[in-house]
């Protein structure tokens, strides 16, 4: 195991710890707004602290890694992740970090790690969007998402393309967010889709496998029980045949 292997394994779950712990500091404030001002700093405190966690964890393996530029490439989300700004709406970027991690986590299949992304994606996408928005429109001129509860409504009803129109961003920012939620939610759904009906097919076809396997068995058996009257007719008329040539008349 190389150095860069080792330090991931080590620090897979204490990051995932960081990364809730984000998303709690995140939405807590967004969630109750009427908290006393202390919470809202001590929320600032922990998504900054967790930021820094990341990026050290960043600097770390690309200072581990053999080809840092191949590095760079690979893990170009890590770096944009790291390197935005401490925008309260970017800073949920972070949250990939969970799904990135959960995905590796004991799934081995490919349909399992597939299945892992789009629920948890599906399930993060909402969340993040809901509290982004909510986060973003309160309190602004004009502005139809005022609670956490709209926020989670626009977010469900933008997601799955049905988008009524009574709840809809009236800031710029809030547009920017809506369009991030369209575009994934539109990927993530392709993706849901396309595992369902590849579930589907490979139902269907064991299933039909299953057939083919009972009915090859059940025609094994019953050409053994034609072999064996056949055996057993042959066995009588050579008896027959026996006492025939046996009798003196």
């Known amino acids: 195991m190389s150095r860069l292997d080792l330090w ?3 620090t897979e779950w204490p990051l995932i710890g960081v990364a809730v712990i984000f998303l709690i500091a995140y939405g807590l404030p967004i969630a109750l707004p009427d908290l006393p001002r202390w919470v809202d700093v001590l929320s600032g405190t922990l998504m900054t602290v967790a930021w820094f966690v990341f990026a050290i964890d960043y600097v770390v393996r690309l200072s581990l890694a053999d080809d840092k530029w191949q590095f760079v490439r690979r893990y170009w989300l890590d770096l944009l992740v790291v390197a935005l700004p401490l925008l309260r709406p970017l800073r949920l970027l ?3 970090k969970v799904l990135q ?3 590796r986590t004991g799934v081995q ?3 399992g790690r597939v299945v892992t992304y789009a629920t948890g994606g599906t399930a993060l996408l909402i969340l993040t ?10 309190g602004e001129p004009g502005a139809t998402i005022e609670s956490l509860g709209d926020g989670f409504w626009w977010a469900i009803t933008t997601m799955t393309t049905v988008g009524y129109g009574d709840q809809f961003p009236v800031t710029t920012a809030g547009r920017f967010i809506a369009a991030g939620l369209m ?3 539109i990927a993530l759904l392709g993706v849901v889709t396309a595992t369902l009906a590849s579930w589907m097919v490979q139902t269907v076809e064991e299933a ?12 094994e058996g019953l050409a053994a029980e034609v072999r064996a009257l056949r055996d057993e007719l042959a066995r009588t008329r050579d008896v027959e045949r026996a006492r025939a040539d046996s009798d003196p008349r």
């Open 8 to 10: 991931r394994h080590r």
């Open 94 to 96: 972070l949250l990939v």
């Open 101 to 103: 991690r959960f995905s």
């Open 109 to 111: 299949r490919l349909r």
């Open 129 to 138: 969007s809901a509290l982004a928005i909510t986060d973003t429109e309160r």
């Open 183 to 185: 575009v994934g939610g």
């Open 208 to 219: 039909a496998e299953d057939e083919a396997t009972a009915t090859r068995a059940q025609v």
